[in-house]
C-alpha cells in the first residue's frame, strides 16, 4: 500500500471514530434467504465464479524450489503443482493419461519425476510424458504429445493461482491483468507478504454455504459481540472503512484507539499499528494484514452447506537458522488466537445454515453500514447474470 493512501485510509477512520456519517452511505439490503440453500444457484456459483477463475490456493514459500510439489482439490478437480527444473510453476489436472487414476497422491514433497501409482506411466516436471511401461503395447500413443492436462497458473504477490478449468482454446490473456486486480497485488506485496512463508493451517470442512462464511467478514457490526471472548475488546464496531477494487475488497478495521492518532505525528502513522487491514479477493480468499504477520483464509465450496475452509498464518521468514523456541511459540499462539476467532465466526454460520429450512426469514438484512456486504453480494450477482446466456 503507498503511503498516501495509508494516510487516507487512516484519515477516514479518525473520522468515523469521531462520529462522522460514512461517506457514500449504501442502501438497506434484503438478501433472499434462498441464495444459501439453493443447489442450483450453488452450482452456478461454483461454475462462473470459482471454476473460471484464477483461485489463490497456496503461497510461493510452499512450493519454493526446483521439483517441489502439492496437490490439492480445486472446487471437486484434484490439481497438482509442480516447480519444474526451469524454476517456473505450473499447475495440471492430477489425472493420469492413460486410464485416470491419480498421479500423485502425496499432499507435498519433493521429486524428479511424477509417478502414477496405477502403472506406473512417468511424467516430467512440465507435465509431459517421460516413459509409458511396456510401450509397446500401446502402438497409437505418441509420448511426445502426451502430456497432464496443464490449466491455468500465475505467481504474484506471493501466491499461486490457479483456475482449475483447462484454458479454452489460445485465451492466453492473464486474468490477474485487470487494473483493480493489480491493485490489489502491488498493496500486498508492499506489506511484505512475498517474503513470508506458512507457519501453520488449518484445513476443515464447515457446515454453511460459503457465502455465510465471506458474509462474516465484511462487516465489523458483530464484532463487540460474537467475539466478546476474543478480538471484540480491540476493534471498534462501527468506524470501519472499505473500498471496492474490482470484485475485491479492502477493509479497514480500526483498533478501539485509533482517535489517538490524532495527537501522533503524521510521519508515525501505521495502519498496520492502529488497525486491521483485510482483503477480501475474488472469488476464494481473504488476507488478513496483522501488525507483524498474515493470515490467509481460503474457501471452497463443497455443497450448498458445506464449505472447505483454510487457514494458514504467513509469517517473516526465519532463513535459514529456523524459528527460535520463543518464535515457534509466538508464531503458534498467534495461529490459535486467530483460529479460536475465525472459529466464533463460522460457529454463527453453521448455527445460521441449520436455521435457513426452518423458514422464519424470507430474506436477511444488511444494514446502510455495511456497504461492503451489499456490494460484494452486487458483484456476485452481476458476475452470475453476465454469465447467463
Ligand atoms: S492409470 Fe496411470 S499408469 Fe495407468
Ligand atoms: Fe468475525
Request: proline share 5%; aromatic share 8%.
Amino acid at each position: 500500500m503507498d503511503r498516501e493512501t495509508e494516510l487516507r485510509l487512516l484519515d477516514e477512520c479518525v473520522a468515523n471514530a469521531r462520529g462522522r456519517p460514512p461517506a457514500g452511505d449504501d442502501a438497506e439490503r434484503l438478501v433472499p434467504v434462498a441464495e444459501y440453500t439453493d443447489a442450483a444457484r450453488f452450482g452456478r456459483e461454483r461454475d462462473v465464479l470459482f471454476r473460471a477463475s484464477l483461485n489463490l490456493v497456496a503461497h510461493q514459500s510452499e512450493l519454493a524450489s526446483a521439483g517441489a510439489f502439492l496437490t490439492r482439490e480445486l472446487v471437486g478437480t484434484p490439481v497438482l503443482l509442480t516447480r519444474g527444473e526451469d524454476a517456473r510453476a505450473r499447475a495440471f489436472l492430477n489425472v493420469c493419461r492413460h486410464r485416470g487414476a491419480t498421479v500423485e497422491l502425496r499432499e507435498r514433497g519433493q521429486c524428479s519425476r511424477l509417478v502414477c501409482p496405477y502403472h506406473a506411466w512417468t511424467y516430467r516436471l512440465d507435465g509431459t510424458l517421460a516413459s509409458a511401461r511396456h510401450r509397446h503395447g500401446f502402438p497409437s500413443l505418441d509420448v511426445e504429445r502426451t502430456r497432464l492436462v496443464e490449466l491455468p497458473c500465475a505467481e504474484a504477490a506471493g501466491f499461486l493461482w490457479v483456475c482449475p478449468t483447462p484454458r479454452a482454446g489460445d485465451d492466453e490473456a492473464d486474468p490477474l491483468g485487470d487494473a483493480s486486480t493489480r491493485a490489489l497485488l502491488d498493496e500486498l506485496t508492499a506489506f511484505g507478504i512475498t517474503s513470508c512463508v506458512v507457519f501453520a493451517v488449518e484445513r476443515r470442512v464447515w457446515r454453511a454455504n460459503w457465502k455465510l462464511i465471506v458474509d462474516g467478514g465484511l462487516e465489523s457490526y458483530h464484532f463487540r459481540v460474537a467475539h466478546r471472548e476474543t478480538v471484540g475488546g480491540y476493534f471498534k464496531d462501527t468506524g470501519s472503512t472499505f473500498e471496492r477494487l474490482g470484485d475485491h475488497f479492502r477493509l479497514v478495521l480500526p483498533r478501539v484507539d485509533i482517535e489517538a492518532l490524532a495527537s501522533a505525528p503524521r510521519e508515525r502513522w501505521s495502519i498496520r499499528e492502529a488497525s486491521h487491514v483485510l482483503y477480501s479477493v475474488f472469488p476464494n480468499a481473504s488476507v488478513l494484514v496483522q501488525e507483524r504477520h498474515f493470515d490467509v483464509i481460503t474457501v471452497t465450496p463443497l455443497t450448498p452447506d458445506q464449505t472447505l475452509i483454510e487457514v494458514s498464518t504467513l509469517v517473516p521468514d526465519p532463513g535459514a537458522q529456523g524459528f527460535s523456541e520463543r518464535a515457534r511459540g509466538f508464531w503458534a499462539a498467534n495461529h490459535e488466537f486467530t483460529k479460536k476467532t475465525l472459529h466464533e465466526d463460522w460457529t454463527l454460520a453453521e448455527q445460521i445454515q441449520r436455521g435457513l429450512d426452518a423458514g422464519a426469514n424470507a430474506h436477511f438484512r444488511f444494514a446502510t453500514f455495511e456497504g461492503a456486504l451489499s456490494q460484494w453480494h452486487d458483484r456476485v450477482d452481476a458476475r452470475l447474470a453476465a454469465a447467463t446466456p
